[in-house]
């Protein structure tokens, strides 16, 4: 079937305004990952949903950064007020379960442009 | 806490030349790890993954990483590299839920 896709591909947007980035991930895939990745920079853990448990959003830099999933489905991760160093590229990442065998499947990413 | 660290930010080698990029991670017990590779323009893909068993694992485009517990390393290698291998390469650990990613190493080859 389909990997991870994500959109849009590319966002560029003003300062201060928000922004709403999708995910798509494997069907069945019951665990999904956001991260980001700055320019030159390794990933950077966000938020990570698995089933219908509570999220774990440890890595979520400030207040302004949010996600939703339904249920086993798509996930939207949302950034208010935008400011300059939110500047990268989010990835998306699913994985069949949470165990620690699983594999994750990454998408091609949203590069987000904060003018 | 958890922790991948890679020594080198950047490594040039010419085609055909031999191949290590180091990793060394920090977890109470024996993680879940992994090599991924970011090629330019395109996402990450998993080159191979060790969770036990054999310390030696073999993975795609002709790639293999031991896994040292006494050095808690697990480093790539490639005997013979080819240009199409150019690329950023992450070493990752995974001891909980979460994944950790190193910071990565830049893959330059000459011809």
């Known amino acids: 079937g389909a990997g991870v896709s994500q959109s849009p591909s590319n966002k560029v947007t003003e300062k201060g305004k928000d922004v709403e980035l999708r995910c798509d991930p494997i069907?069945?895939?019951?665990?999904l990952y956001w991260y980001r990745q700055r320019l030159g920079q390794g990933l950077e853990f966000l938020i990570y949903f698995q089933g219908n448990s509570a999220p774990d959003k440890s890595g979520l830099p400030s207040d302004r950064f949010s996600a939703e999933r339904t249920g086993e489905s798509v996930s939207t991760l949302t950034i208010q007020r935008t400011q300059q160093e939110d500047s990268a590229v989010y990835l998306c990442a699913s994985s069949l379960l949470a165990g620690g065998t699983d594999t994750q499947y990454f998408g091609p990413g949203t590069r987000l442009t904060v003018l | 806490a958890q922790s991948v660290t890679q020594p080198d930010i950047h490594i040039t080698v010419s085609e055909g030349a031999s191949l290590e990029l180091r990793c060394n991670y920090s977890y109470g017990a024996t993680p879940y790890l992994f090599w991924y590779v970011q090629s330019p323009g395109q996402g990450l893909q998993l080159l191979l993954k060790?969770?036990?068993?054999?310390?030696l694992v073999q993975g795609i485009k002709g790639f293999e990483a031991e896994f040292k517990r006494s050095q808690s390393s697990f480093n790539l290698r490639k005997p013979s590299v080819h240009w199409s291998d150019a690329a950023e390469y992450f070493c990752?650990?995974?001891?909980?839920?979460?994944?950790?990613f190193g910071p990565g190493t830049r893959l330059s080859v000459l011809p």
């Open positions: 060790y969770f036990s068993g054999d310390t």
């Open positions: 069907s069945g895939h019951t665990a």
């Open positions: 990752v650990s995974k001891g909980g839920q979460n994944f950790v």
